[in-house]
């Protein structure tokens, strides 16, 4: 069955953006879906962009055991500060992970899927990825189940996968060219035997497609995700956008190459770089030509737990869990409370008309400005903000373009609000380095800031403002941009705005 694929400006949209029409109403991003497929798509923090601003996911770390090798993969490599696939803490048998799974649920009502995303491939470890699966849709069935592989043994399991009821699973294909996939995978293990080089790749591409198209044809939503690798697979990466949307993919998510010498990955000690903003931005907007793209995913742990960009894991370790008393019935009544709620919000919201840009020039430059956002609205402080959501204001309206992650230097509420911060030298440098993570942005919008932040900030280029406190995002957007307008700096991008 081929499914139906989200218009390419899905996000902007699902976020209540403006159309490229002019503008008006909040146009729903699901609406066009079938209504069976909307029912699973509008709570997946992943698969909605809308709903990752509400409703979370948690992963259990089940599968130690994988099938292939990547370059860019160390799964030895521990840091709970560190946060990229293929990292976890803590590994969970399936009876562990079931009360954990309880446990996060009963703790955080607003968690409607369960992943499991490693440590290594779920479908190398099938007996411990399907029990904890069997387990979990008897005991919590409001849960929904998602897995993520390399596809090296989907095929074999694709009847598996719809005998679970499993909804949503993502495949990561990097290449559909095994020369480019020799240089990404040095070898995989396939039918007792470790096969390298580009024969390896082209078992595993073909096992890949075959598996998309055994999972689509079942009726079940794939998602693929591919990492972007300067110089490997970042050109390539438009024709298996191509692909995989001919063959039924729902969302295609391109993800930056995390690479560094010390996380002991090929890539990293071969210092092959990852893209920067600018070109993860670039190749995003051209796939979106031929399907629906996420940009809202955090590259989440394999034993992630939480909102998206919020890992909550460190409150849910076996210890802390054994010690929990978890009442799960009432804990059920008050999830599916929540989740109304939350519902009804969502549908508020996708049915609000919001107002339209007015006062922009034909012809007038975008502007991109990042926002220390939390649930919709601009609610962070400046030195308090984890990650800044980027948007971009266009004549066309505002459209979420993605995210960056920032390195906490604010020593709390006072300090920010004085500038007087923690550790003199050290606070100057991560606030340089929060500084230049906002490169190519031109506002940055926060309930609050500092003096010291300010300035250093508006000497950067980047116009802070604070004047849009708990106001949603997207309309505080709007409205610097018409602020911008206003003043007749929608110029050429090198002139500095001072907008607040
Ligand atoms: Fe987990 Fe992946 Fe399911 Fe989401 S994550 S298995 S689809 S529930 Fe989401 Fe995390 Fe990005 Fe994955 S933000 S890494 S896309
Ligand atoms: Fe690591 Fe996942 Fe690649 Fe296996 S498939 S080597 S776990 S990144």
């Given at each position: 069955m081929e499914l139906p694929v989200i218009s390419s400006s899905a996000p902007a949209a699902e976020g209540g953006g403006c159309s490229s029409s002019g503008c008006g109403t909040a146009p729903d991003a699901l609406a066009h879906l079938p209504d069976h497929i909307r029912a699973k798509v509008q709570d997946h923090p992943c698969y909605s962009e809308q709903a990752h601003h509400y409703f979370a996911r948690m992963h259990v770390a089940v599968a130690p055991a994988c099938n292939i090798q990547c370059n860019y993969c160390?799964?030895?490599?521990?840091?709970?500060?560190?946060?990229?696939?293929?990292?976890?803490?803590?590994l969970l048998t399936p009876d562990q992970a079931i009360k954990k799974v309880m446990a996060v649920a009963a703790e955080i009502p607003q968690m409607t899927v369960l992943g499991i995303a490693g440590p290594g491939d779920p479908l190398a470890n099938p007996a411990r990825t399907f029990e904890t699966f069997q387990q979990l849709s008897e005991k919590a069935p409001d849960i929904k189940l998602c897995v993520s592989t390399n596809g090296l043994n989907l095929p074999q399991y694709a009847d598996?996968?719809?005998?679970?009821?499993?909804?949503?699973v993502t495949i990561t294909i990097n290449c559909v060219d095994?020369?480019?996939g020799a240089k990404i995978y040095p070898w995989i293990y396939w039918e007792n035997k470790r096969i390298f080089g580009i024969e390896g790749a082209r078992i595993l591409i073909e096992q890949q497609q075959k598996g998309l198209e055994a999972l689509t044809s079942r009726g079940i939503l794939v998602k693929v995700n591919s990492v972007m690798i300067p110089g490997v697979n970042d050109e390539h990466l438009k024709e298996v956008s191509k692909i995989v949307k001919a063959k039924g993919a729902f969302l295609h998510n391109v993800m930056p190459l995390?690479?560094?010498?010390?996380?002991?990955t090929y890539y990293g000690i071969m210092e092959q770089r990852g893209p920067t903003d600018e070109e993860l931005q670039a190749l995003q907007d051209e796939c979106a030509g031929d399907m629906s793209m996420m940009r809202h995913c955090r590259q989440c742990r394999a034993d992630a737990v939480g909102l998206l960009g919020e890992d909550r894991g460190d409150e849910f370790t076996m210890d802390k869990i054994d010690v929990m008393e978890v009442d799960y019935e009432a804990a059920m009544v008050r999830r599916k409370q929540v989740h109304d709620e939350i519902m009804v919000k969502l549908d508020a919201e996708r049915g609000i008309v919001k107002p339209k840009l007015t006062?922009?020039?034909e012809g007038s430059r975008p502007v991109l400005m990042a926002v220390a956002g939390k649930n919709g609205v601009v609610a962070e402080h400046f030195g308090h903000a984890k990650e800044f959501l980027?948007?971009?204001a266009s004549p066309e309206g505002v459209r979420f373009i993605g995210h960056r992650k920032t390195e906490l230097y604010c020593g709390g509420m006072d300090s920010c609000g004085d500038g007087d911060v923690v550790g003199e030298g050290e606070?100057?440098?991560?606030?340089d380095r929060n500084i230049k993570i906002l490169s190519g942005c031109e506002v940055v919008l926060c309930s609050k800031i500092g003096y010291e932040p300010w300035g250093k900030l508006e000497a950067a280029g980047i116009a802070p403002n604070g004047e849009h406190a708990m106001e949603p995002i997207e309309e505080a957007v709007m409205k610097v941009y018409e602020e911008i307008a206003a003043t007749g700096k929608l110029l050429p991008k090198t002139e500095t705005l001072k907008v607040a």
């Amino acid at each position: 069955m081929e499914l139906p694929v989200i218009s390419s400006s899905a996000p902007a949209a699902e976020g209540g953006g403006c159309s490229s029409s002019g503008c008006g109403t909040a146009p729903d991003a699901l609406a066009h879906l079938p209504d069976h497929i909307r029912a699973k798509v509008q709570d997946h923090p992943c698969y909605s962009e809308q709903a990752h601003h509400y409703f979370a996911r948690m992963h259990v770390a089940v599968a130690p055991a994988c099938n292939i090798q990547c370059n860019y993969c160390n799964r030895k490599y521990d840091c709970s500060n560190e946060s990229r696939p293929g990292v976890v803490s803590e590994l969970l048998t399936p009876d562990q992970a079931i009360k954990k799974v309880m446990a996060v649920a009963a703790e955080i009502p607003q968690m409607t899927v369960l992943g499991i995303a490693g440590p290594g491939d779920p479908l190398a470890n099938p007996a411990r990825t399907f029990e904890t699966f069997q387990q979990l849709s008897e005991k919590a069935p409001d849960i929904k189940l998602c897995v993520s592989t390399n596809g090296l043994n989907l095929p074999q399991y694709a009847d598996e996968i719809a005998k679970h009821n499993i909804d949503h699973v993502t495949i990561t294909i990097n290449c559909v060219d095994p020369e480019i996939g020799a240089k990404i995978y040095p070898w995989i293990y396939w039918e007792n035997k470790r096969i390298f080089g580009i024969e390896g790749a082209r078992i595993l591409i073909e096992q890949q497609q075959k598996g998309l198209e055994a999972l689509t044809s079942r009726g079940i939503l794939v998602k693929v995700n591919s990492v972007m690798i300067p110089g490997v697979n970042d050109e390539h990466l438009k024709e298996v956008s191509k692909i995989v949307k001919a063959k039924g993919a729902f969302l295609h998510n391109v993800m930056p190459l995390i690479a560094e010498a010390e996380h002991g990955t090929y890539y990293g000690i071969m210092e092959q770089r990852g893209p920067t903003d600018e070109e993860l931005q670039a190749l995003q907007d051209e796939c979106a030509g031929d399907m629906s793209m996420m940009r809202h995913c955090r590259q989440c742990r394999a034993d992630a737990v939480g909102l998206l960009g919020e890992d909550r894991g460190d409150e849910f370790t076996m210890d802390k869990i054994d010690v929990m008393e978890v009442d799960y019935e009432a804990a059920m009544v008050r999830r599916k409370q929540v989740h109304d709620e939350i519902m009804v919000k969502l549908d508020a919201e996708r049915g609000i008309v919001k107002p339209k840009l007015t006062g922009i020039p034909e012809g007038s430059r975008p502007v991109l400005m990042a926002v220390a956002g939390k649930n919709g609205v601009v609610a962070e402080h400046f030195g308090h903000a984890k990650e800044f959501l980027v948007y971009e204001a266009s004549p066309e309206g505002v459209r979420f373009i993605g995210h960056r992650k920032t390195e906490l230097y604010c020593g709390g509420m006072d300090s920010c609000g004085d500038g007087d911060v923690v550790g003199e030298g050290e606070t100057e440098s991560l606030l340089d380095r929060n500084i230049k993570i906002l490169s190519g942005c031109e506002v940055v919008l926060c309930s609050k800031i500092g003096y010291e932040p300010w300035g250093k900030l508006e000497a950067a280029g980047i116009a802070p403002n604070g004047e849009h406190a708990m106001e949603p995002i997207e309309e505080a957007v709007m409205k610097v941009y018409e602020e911008i307008a206003a003043t007749g700096k929608l110029l050429p991008k090198t002139e500095t705005l001072k907008v607040a």
